[in-house]
Every structure is written in C-alpha cells, then in structure tokens.
C-alpha cells in the first residue's frame, strides 16, 4: 500500500478523456479518480478533461497537452488516468513516448483500473520503466524493418523511391505533352505527380 507522505502533501493532477462517440459519462471517471485521490490523503491540483478521440495528437488535445505543459513546469507531482486507453490510443510508441516524459519531468504516473502501470510505488518504477523503453526500441525496430521492406519491394518493382528527380520529370513531361499531345491532367495521372508539379515543368512552347 502507498502511504501519503507527511512533509508534502502530494499534488495529483487527474486526467480523464471521453470521446464524443462515447457512451461513457466523464463525471464517472472523475468521481472515482477523486475518491482515490483523497483516500491517498493527496491534493487535487487540477483536473484536464478533453472529449476527442484518443487516437488525435497533442497539439488535437487542449487538455492533454496544457497538462504536459504544467508537467514540464512540476506543478504537479503525480498524474492519474482512469486507464492507459483513456490516456491516449495513439499506438505502442507514442504512448510509452508519453510516460517516458512524464518520467523526465520528474511526474509519476499512476492507471487507476492498471495498478501495475505506475510508478508511484518505487519498488516498480525502475523495472516498469525499463520495460516500456524496452517495448519503445522494440516498436522503433519494427518500424524500421517494415520501412526497410517496403522500399526493397518497391524497388523490385521498378518504383522510384524518393522525390522526383527533377530532370525526369523535364524529360517526361516534355516528351508526353510533345509526341503524346496529353493534357496537363493526363500527365500528372499517367507520372502520379500532381497537376501542378506538370504546369511547373511543362514545356513554355506550344504544343504542336
């Protein structure tokens, strides 16, 4: 059990989020997030609540990001969410991304339906944060080789792999416009470049 300490009476900030497709009342998560919170003998500093999809950024999320905002200032000490997917469902990277930074603004973190996603008990900070950075350079490696993989089939299949050379894109614009007679439109279909990218290197002559 964590007991409350006594010198300094911990300062929790609550997050809670619904999204506006949700069913769910944000007052029931608020409601027990607030019980905890003074069963622990800690103080409410604020509570951010946002009704926006999980899956939408920080910058998408007013609350959450005044709350790492406030958490890079240390005006709170400890930050409470109902459950990591009510904290974001933004997938594996960004998620341990966030916690990683709660970390390194000296904010612990403590998933009220999760009690082993904490790390306001010190016996298992440590370990679970050396999981979840475990888990991010796992997820980073993955991503790597999924990237690595795509642009090796695309190259098997003849595919140009970057931006396009500008060069290429003079010559086969010119000779498309030229013998093929294409409109603009046809050529940026035919290059999959967009319409305007053709009007910048099409040919200053007319088209005879």
Same mark, same amino acid.
């Not at 964590?2 to 809670?16: F, R, S």
């Not at 109902?82 to 000296?106: H, M, P, V």
């Not at 792999?161 to 294409?182: E, F």
């Given at each position: 059990?964590?007991?409350?300490?006594?010198?300094?009476?911990?300062?929790?900030?609550?997050?809670?989020?619904?999204?506006?497709?949700d069913k769910q009342d944000v007052q029931n998560q608020l409601r027990e997030l607030r019980?905890?919170?003074?069963?622990?003998?800690?103080?409410?500093?604020?509570?951010?609540?946002?009704? +926006?999809?999980?899956?939408?950024?920080? %910058?998408?999320?007013?609350?959450?990001?005044?709350?790492? +905002?406030?958490?890079?200032?240390?005006?709170?000490?400890?930050?409470?969410?109902?459950?990591?997917?009510?904290?974001?469902?933004?997938?594996?990277? /960004?998620?341990?991304?966030?916690?990683?930074?709660?970390? %390194?603004?000296?904010?612990?973190?403590?998933?009220?339906?999760?009690?082993?996603?904490?790390?306001?008990?010190?016996?298992?900070?440590?370990?679970?944060?050396?999981?979840?950075?475990?888990?991010? /350079?796992? +997820?980073?490696?993955?991503?790597?080789?999924?990237?690595k993989a795509g642009l090796e089939t695309a190259k098997k299949k003849g595919r140009r792999?970057?931006?396009?050379?500008?060069?290429?894109?003079?010559?086969?614009?010119?000779?498309?416009?030229? /013998?093929?007679?294409?409109? /603009?439109?046809?050529?940026?279909?035919?290059?999959?470049?967009s319409r305007n990218t053709v009007t910048k290197y099409y040919p200053k002559t007319k088209?005879?």
């Open positions: 059990m964590i007991m409350p300490q006594t010198n300094h009476k911990t300062q929790v900030a609550i997050y809670a989020r619904v999204s506006t497709r019980q905890w919170t003074k069963k622990m003998g800690y103080k409410i500093y604020h509570e951010y609540v946002d009704n +926006e999809s999980g899956a939408k950024g920080r %910058s998408e999320r007013k609350q959450f990001a005044l709350m790492f +905002e406030e958490a890079s200032q240390r005006k709170f000490d400890l930050l409470l969410f109902w459950a990591l997917d009510r904290f974001t469902r933004e997938g594996l990277q /960004k998620t341990i991304y966030y916690l990683q930074q709660l970390d %390194s603004c000296g904010v612990k973190f403590h998933s009220y339906t999760e009690p082993y996603l904490n790390t306001d008990q010190e016996l298992v900070r440590d370990i679970l944060l050396a999981v979840l950075s475990s888990l991010a /350079k796992q +997820e980073r490696r993955r991503i790597s080789e999924r990237t792999l970057g931006p396009p050379n500008k060069a290429y894109l003079v010559d086969d614009i010119t000779r498309l416009a030229t /013998k093929g007679k294409l409109s /603009k439109k046809a050529i940026a279909k035919k290059l999959k470049v088209v005879a």
